[in-house]
């Protein structure tokens, strides 16, 4: 089976020709998200026209186009439901007629964090499990939940997808979606800086004289003993690992599976979040594992062919 896919995210696309659960080649276009999706469409059907040239693909041959869009979705009409400031213009785009004219073939779209967990259940870490909760830790939190083989999306599109924005600190931050405290407003790679920023001896740390105070260089910093990094990296690891019991309780997966780009110190996060879910989920059926993602930035890639291949 092959597909077209796009991963969409906040200043790149990735553009792929998948067979079955091999990529056949991608190449990557750059974007911006506060500009809009309408003016980079034209430059993604060149670079689709140029992958199907490079592998011999014939776009009759393709099942679709499977698009993964950083932001909410109804994937049953193929409509961007709210984009949370990423591409303003994209709720008003028909992509389907779109996909239709420029590339002549169907297209599905679906949240990103959705695309993950159905690359990660076809060809990663989720291979063998129907009920499965997916977290992505980036720049924001991206989660989606899975129950008996069947992807949640919810009335509104909202079901499973919003484990970011599970309130984690009474009191806390204000989040972009404009909630309080939510997991990714206390510890995501945009409000990292800022939670830095107010932590007692800041100004005095290592982690302050950082070009940027990003995910590497906490836990770089973090192993060599630097105090305030590693009080803020056991803060944030404190804060995951809440959010994934509160996603356990709510979705009663067997498997959490943790990707995203924060998963370079993955030896570090799965051992401190399933000992943390080992002592305070409530499973009285058994233990839920907690895994690092297997395929990494290809999940949403991947997800194409699942996606395209469901009934409806």
Request: aromatic residues 6%; glycine residues 14%; neutral net charge.
């Amino acid at each position: 089976m092959k597909a077209l896919a796009i991963d969409l995210g906040g200043t790149h696309a990735t553009c792929a020709v998948v067979d079955d659960r091999s990529i056949l080649a991608t190449e990557v276009v750059t974007t911006d998200g506060t500009v809009g999706l309408r003016p980079v469409l034209p430059e993604i059907v060149r670079t689709f026209h140029g992958l199907l040239k490079r592998t011999g693909v014939n776009a009759a041959d393709c099942l679709g186009l499977g698009f993964s869009f950083c932001g909410l979705v109804d994937s049953r009409t193929s409509q961007i439901v709210s984009t949370n400031q990423k591409y303003d213009d994209a709720q008003g785009l028909d992509l389907a007629a779109w996909a239709k004219s420029e590339l002549r073939m169907r297209m599905r779209l679906e949240n990103d964090a959705r695309m993950a967990l159905l690359g990660e259940r076809y060809a990663g870490a989720g291979r063998g499990f129907d009920d499965i909760v997916m977290t992505t830790l980036g720049t924001g939190i991206g989660g989606a939940a899975m129950i008996g083989g069947t992807l949640l999306r919810g009335k509104h599109a909202q079901a499973g997808c919003l484990g970011g924005h599970i309130p984690v600190q009474f009191g806390g931050r204000q989040c972009t979606c404009g909630a309080i405290g939510c997991a990714e407003a206390e510890a995501s790679g945009w409000s990292l800086p800022l939670v830095a920023k107010d932590w007692p001896g800041f100004a005095q740390s290592r982690l302050a004289q950082e070009k940027d105070v990003n995910f590497e260089a906490l836990f770089r910093l973090a192993e060599e003993k630097d105090a305030v990094a590693l009080a803020l990296r056991d803060r944030c690891l404190q804060v995951w690992a809440t959010a994934t019991v509160g996603l356990i309780h709510a979705y009663d997966p067997e498997i959490i599976i943790f990707g995203g780009g924060v998963m370079k110190s993955g030896g570090t996060i799965i051992p401190y979040v399933q000992a943390y879910v080992e002592k305070y989920s409530w499973t009285p059926w058994g233990k839920v594992k907690v895994r690092a993602a297997e395929v990494g930035n290809n999940a949403g890639i991947l997800g194409a062919i699942p996606l395209l291949s469901e009934p409806g």
